[in-house]
């Protein structure tokens, strides 16, 4: 319980310090999130706490509380602190714009805010909060503020934030429900009649929504994510992203109690949208951070999807199946902040190394960084959802809460589930093109450039922390079943209901029903695939023999080959451009047969963009402009608005 | 686990690893009959595995360890699919540990290790072989994972050895949503092996190669593995094919007479498939690569439909 308070302390603490401390304060911090991890996991199976802190406003003070959601959470962030926390001891020694001490304090800052956000228990504490993490990560993304376009990915990312905090605290007023009493004890006790239920789960789903990348609110996501210092961009991917499915959890199922059946489809299908319209995305990027970013998308879809199905299946009292399907999204929430961290900071050492981040520079990194591909590898195959890595255990526990639906009262809806089980097969499917260019491009190949022949490995620091996240990959991978006990406490919380059944099963097979029915186990898969594999090894060394000679290339007999005939990040996505075109917004600039120096160049765009924002600027711009008219710049003017004004008042007044 | 288990586990293995080229070599002899060539020999994949181990492995100088070790993996990936389907008894202990959906990511694993594997050395070949390989694969692995959700709808179960349980002890009768998801099934399996209309696996003309150009640079040894692992997978689809819309004939309970009767059984039933398959492929043409998004768009959809048929209909 005290753990958070002293990441909170800690983060004022290093106010004081300056530059050289920062690779001793990072670890510390990292010390800190691996405590925080061991506390959050105990608080699992203990009784609810609360506590009462008189900071803040007098009279106001603010309210804290650590339940199985929390502390579920809590467990999250603290495990992928640690390793991100370790690899940024290393990477933050170079200019970066921000001075290192004043980063640390912005960093740790963010950290304590992001804990305290799953610890509010009251409106008030947990705005202040929401609103320190979204500042603190908007200095923290433009920490290189030389470059214009981090400086617009901030101010884009801080707009969104703050129109979806505006959403949040409009829901938690409607939540009060005119008792004036912010405290989120009150409002589980109201009881929202269906219309005022639905408003303020439409405007969690807005807020919440717009923290987390949704459809129409993602644009910040690709720029905002990709502009921040790798390990904040680890963080803000695989960890911030959680705290608002974290508020929306919390609202949906804590604070309104009850639901309806199409508040879940709702959540479903623009989950599906969002996971679809990410995947595709991150399969035509061509910048290595923008394509996790917008694989981020697609995870976070994947989980609200999940979350909308478990909505669903509560709304009609099936309380097991949701408990199923919010496992699944639970389970996704740990995975994807594990393998997204891993990811980010893979980049983030790509980066260093080579300076790139433009997928047409890089290539054949993997023998000039070896620790950072296979890392790496780890995290691109959990991310593309293979077993036996943690990201194929929340789909296929997502896949089974599909197929055992037991027949909806709905048959509209029955229809429904079938069609939503092949768009989430395809996006795991896609999520798998998608790694497979992230992974095959940066890291395999001929290099692009001759100066990535002389990139170097990361350092210690940063081995250490990508070794950390490597381990969560796999433990998550591996032990489903007792990841499964640290997720129960949370499914009985919110529903009621909890996978029990897999504990009666011994510890290598996860069974969410019956063996009869479904099982898997993915120690023993490994165990198959690796057996197979050595006995295949030893018995060809056996019978035959191990020479190995060493040639060039054969490639049909070409002789004369460069790192330029390799296929580019633009070729492997074409056929992906070429299928989903429609959801393209793309410029072609074909070089014609005459051309003397012939370019080829392809934009892609995002129809929202389009669609939503630039409408919205306009308007937004039109409004300013005719308010403008009033300001005429004389003195005469102003004070006859003052004059008009008093008259009005006056015959307002006297009415 | 009961040693009956082990026993019909280790038999199905050693039935797979011996089986899988032969069932290579008699589709290759049918589709000579059929196109009025003289055929190789039936044991010649066999030789041609034993040629392969015995020769030196030329590696390119740039290759990684990741290069080294996919054909292991990938032929890793394929023994465990065979071990896990149920073509000889339904009573494997090795079943539980992966069901339907947990074999079709064993499929995608064994893909993402060979296309990188294909990126690694840096060709125009194996680049633009990793990306249609996994251009196929991300059509085919949906469509592949709705026709077994389709028979798991009807089993109420994902596993795979109930599923095979059930659709053998059902009485004769038709069922539309399987019947859809049976074609739905060809195609992908089609698509999945690398066969004609999709790809060609007699061809190495560069333009259309698939599965050739993600192996080209591959030799000795290593291409013996990729190419057992290649006929492991054709078996393994096969068998897959056989136990949803052929079942009967699988050993249900613990005999061992049961079991000894029903390697016969699907020996034929394998000869009639790759005939069959044979004969597919004959009389289809290789169709364009940017056609294949719809031929494989048609088996997605199939499946869908036949899922819904079951779920609505309940047929």
């Given at each position: 319980m005290a753990a958070w308070l002293a990441v909170g302390t800690l983060g004022l603490a290093f106010l004081r310090r300056e530059r050289i401390v920062a690779s001793v304060l990072f670890p510390l911090g990292a010390l800190l999130g691996a405590a925080l991890f061991a506390v959050a996991l105990?608080?699992?199976?203990?009784?609810?706490?609360?506590?009462?802190?008189?900071?803040?406003?007098?009279?106001?003070?603010?309210?804290?509380?650590?339940?199985?959601?929390?502390?579920?959470?809590?467990?999250?962030?603290?495990?992928?602190?640690?390793?991100?926390?370790?690899?940024?001891?290393?990477?933050?020694?170079?200019?970066?714009?921000?001075?290192?001490?004043?980063?640390?304090?912005?960093?740790?800052?963010?950290?304590?805010?992001?804990?305290?956000?799953?610890?509010?228990?009251?409106?008030?504490?947990?705005?202040?909060?929401?609103?320190?993490?979204?500042?603190?990560?908007?200095?923290?993304?433009?920490?290189?503020?030389?470059?214009?376009?981090?400086?617009?990915?901030?101010?884009?990312y801080l707009l969104i934030a703050h129109v979806g905090a505006i959403a949040i605290l409009l829901c938690f007023g409607v939540l009060q429900a005119n008792t004036g009493d912010y405290a989120f004890s009150n409002m589980r006790l109201q009881h929202l009649s269906p219309f005022w239920g639905s408003v303020a789960f439409l405007l969690a789903l807005f807020g919440f929504g717009a923290k987390a990348g949704l459809l129409p609110l993602h644009v910040w996501l690709p720029e905002a994510h990709p502009a921040a210092p790798s390990p904040v961009s680890a963080l803000m991917s695989g960890v911030m992203l959680k705290t608002a499915l974290y508020g929306f959890l919390r609202v949906t199922y804590d604070l309104l109690g009850t639901q309806l059946w199409w508040w879940g489809v709702l959540a479903l299908g623009l989950g599906l949208l969002t996971a679809l319209f990410g995947v595709v995305f991150a399969a035509v990027q061509v910048d290595m951070k923008r394509l996790l970013a917008y694989s981020s998308i697609e995870n976070i879809g994947l989980a609200f999807a999940a979350i909308g199905l478990s909505t669903l299946f509560s709304a009609y009292g099936m309380r097991p199946i949701a408990a199923l399907a919010l496992t699944a999204a639970l389970y996704h929430v740990a995975s994807h902040a594990l393998f997204k961290s891993l990811l980010f900071v893979g980049t983030g050492a790509v980066l260093h190394a080579t300076g790139e981040r433009n997928l047409g520079r890089l290539g054949g990194l993997m023998r000039a960084m070896p620790w950072v591909a296979w890392a790496t590898l780890v995290g691109a195959l959990a991310s593309a959802g293979l077993p036996p890595l943690g990201g194929f255990v929340s789909e296929w526990l997502l896949l089974q809460s599909f197929l055992f639906t037991p027949g909806l009262p709905n048959s509209f809806l029955n229809m429904l589930i079938p069609v939503v089980a092949a768009l989430i097969a395809l996006v795991a499917a896609l999520a798998g093109y998608t790694m497979v260019k992230f992974f095959g491009v940066v890291f395999l190949g001929q290099p692009r450039e001759e100066k990535l022949r002389e990139a170097h490995d990361a350092g210690a620091w940063e081995r250490l922390g990508m070794l950390l996240l490597v381990t969560g990959c796999i433990a998550l991978g591996l032990a489903p079943v007792a990841f499964l006990q640290a997720i129960a406490p949370v499914t009985r919380l919110l529903l009621g209901a909890g996978l029990g059944h897999s504990a009666a099963h011994g510890t290598w097979l996860l069974v969410p029903v019956s063996v009869e029915v479904a099982s898997y186990g993915p120690a023993i898969f490994l165990a198959g695939v690796a057996v197979s594999f050595l006995l295949a090894f030893a018995l060809v060394r056996l019978l035959y023999h191990g020479r190995v000679r060493r040639a060039p290339p054969w490639d049909c007999g070409y002789p004369w080959q460069t790192a330029r005939m390799q296929d580019t990040a633009e070729g492997f996505g074409q056929p992906i451009r070429q299928i989903f075109e429609p959801a393209f917004r793309m410029e072609r600039e074909l070089p014609s047969p005459f051309d003397r120096a012939p370019r080829y160049r392809v934009l892609i765009g995002d129809h929202f963009w389009h669609w939503i924002y630039v409408p919205v600027a306009a308007t937004v711009e039109r409004a300013a402009r005719l308010v403008g008219l009033l300001q005429q710049g004389r003195i005469s003017v102003y004070l006859l608005y003052s004059f008009l004004t008093v008259i009005g008042v006056l015959v307002w007044v006297t009415r | 686990m009961s040693g009956l288990g082990v026993f019909a586990q280790a038999l199905e293995i050693a039935v797979a690893l011996a089986l899988a080229p032969l069932l290579t070599g008699w589709v290759n002899q049918c589709r000579a009959w059929l196109q009025n060539k003289s055929a190789p020999p039936l044991l010649q994949p066999y030789r041609m595995l034993h040629k392969l181990f015995h020769k030196d492995s030329v590696l390119a100088e740039r290759a990684s360890p990741l290069f080294r070790a996919a054909p292991y993996v990938v032929f890793g990936c394929m023994a465990l699919a065979c071990a896990i389907v149920p073509t000889l008894s339904t009573e494997l202990p090795l079943s539980p540990a992966a069901d339907a959906i947990a074999l079709v990511g064993l499929f995608a694993l064994a893909r993402v290790f060979i296309s990188l594997a294909a990126m690694d050395i840096g060709t125009s070949f194996g680049t633009l072989g990793a990306r249609r390989e996994m251009l196929v694969g991300f059509l085919a692995e949906p469509a592949l994972l709705m026709v077994l959700f389709t028979a798991s709808l009807i089993s109420h179960s994902t596993s795979l050895t109930t599923i095979v349980d059930t659709l053998a002890h059902r009485e004769l009768e038709i069922y539309p949503s399987l019947a859809l998801a049976g074609v739905a099934f060809t195609i992908v399996s089609l698509a999945e092996n690398a066969r004609v209309p999709v790809d060609n696996p007699a061809t190495h003309l560069e333009l259309t190669m698939i599965h050739e150009a993600l192996i080209l640079e591959y030799s000795g040894r290593h291409l013996a593995l990729i190419e057992w692992a290649a006929a492991l997978k054709l078996f393994a689809y096969s068998c897959i094919g056989l136990a949803l819309f052929f079942p009967w004939g699988v050993a249900q309970a613990h005999a061992p007479l049961a079991m000894l009767l029903a390697v016969p059984i699907l020996v034929v039933k394998l000869a009639l498939g790759g005939a069959a398959l044979a004969f597919l492929e004959t009389m289809s043409a290789k169709m364009r690569i940017f056609r294949v998004p719809e031929f494989l768009g048609i088996a997605f959809v199939l499946a869908v439909i036949a899922m819904l048929v079951r779920i609505l209909l309940g047929a």
């Open positions: 105990s608080a699992l199976f203990a009784p609810v706490e609360e506590a009462v802190l008189p900071i803040g406003l007098p009279g106001l003070p603010f309210h804290f509380r650590l339940d199985a959601l929390s502390a579920f959470f809590l467990m999250v962030i603290g495990a992928a602190v640690a390793g991100v926390s370790l690899f940024a001891a290393g990477y933050f020694r170079k200019d970066q714009g921000t001075p290192p001490g004043l980063l640390c304090l912005q960093y740790h800052v963010f950290l304590a805010a992001m804990a305290l956000v799953v610890l509010a228990n009251d409106a008030y504490a947990f705005m202040v909060t929401w609103e320190t993490m979204a500042l603190s990560s908007f200095f923290l993304v433009t920490a290189n503020d030389r470059d214009p376009e981090a400086r617009r990915a901030g101010y884009l | -």
